[in-house]
């Protein structure tokens, strides 16, 4: 089976512009979580989505947005982009059953670069 | 909230050396921990989990054992190999079932 699917696999964009990474989570699983990564530390949390709706959302501002569509894949989207907002960007995704509650599984995640 | 601290790297070994790194946690009830691993370039594999306090998890030789007492869940490999270099996350998951993670600790085995 695939796993989880990201992509582009990396990104170039100029301060202001806005961009949208995708994700498709392991078939059969229908919550896809979003990270960050910046360089030398540990993911953040920044989304949750389950049945396509958010199930919950870390501590980022508003330029951040993602939405999850039937078939479970989901888009990650950031407005008004800053030179902070360079990182590896991660998608996860999880079955959320009873003997798997917390185990997710991760993409390869789409660097962004924002000059 | 929830948190996790995990020691901090770089951890530089030998090949067949044994390999400790410890990771402590914060966190209200009982989550759920998490040992990634990260290769160059690369995103997260899971190396291993464990559910419930006094659970062990292993994996390809890599064993954590979630001790509920000392709220820590240190990684242990006997013998490092020089294809275990990588950067080691230690997580929890979180009330919404999010992961936590600590800081990542970097290993490199040297031949």
């Known amino acids: 089976d695939a796993g989880v699917t990201q992509s582009p696999t990396h990104l170039i964009k100029t301060r202001g512009q806005h961009v949208t990474l995708r994700c498709s989570p392991i078939?059969?699983?229908?919550?896809v979580s979003w990270y960050q990564q910046v360089l030398g530390q540990g993911p953040q949390f920044i989304f949750q989505?389950?049945?396509?709706?958010?199930?919950g959302r870390g501590n980022f501002p508003d330029r951040f947005s993602a939405r999850q569509f039937p078939n479970y894949s989901s888009e990650l989207n950031v407005n008004a982009l800053l030179l902070g907002d360079s990182a590896l960007y991660l998608c996860a995704s999880s079955s959320l059953t009873s003997g798997n509650r917390g185990t997710q599984y991760f993409g390869p995640g789409t660097r962004l670069t924002v000059l | 909230g929830d948190s996790v601290t995990q020691m901090e790297g770089p951890v530089t070994l030998s090949e067949e050396a044994f390999l400790t790194i410890n990771c402590t946690y914060t966190?209200?009830?009982?989550?759920?921990l998490f040992w990634y691993v990260q290769y160059p370039g690369e995103g997260l594999q899971l190396l291993l989990k464990?559910?419930?306090?006094?659970d062990k998890g292993s994996n390809k030789g890599f064993e954590a054992t979630y001790r509920k007492e000392t709220t820590s869940f240190h990684l242990e490999k006997g013998s490092v190999q020089v294809s275990d270099s990588a950067v080691y996350f230690c997580a929890l998951s979180g009330p919404l079932e999010e992961l936590v993670f600590g800081k990542g600790t970097k290993l490199t085995v040297n031949p």
């Open positions: 464990a559910t419930k306090a006094d």
């Open positions: 989505y389950y049945e396509k709706e958010e199930r």
């Open positions: 078939s059969g699983h229908k919550s």
């Open positions: 966190a209200t009830g009982y989550p759920s």
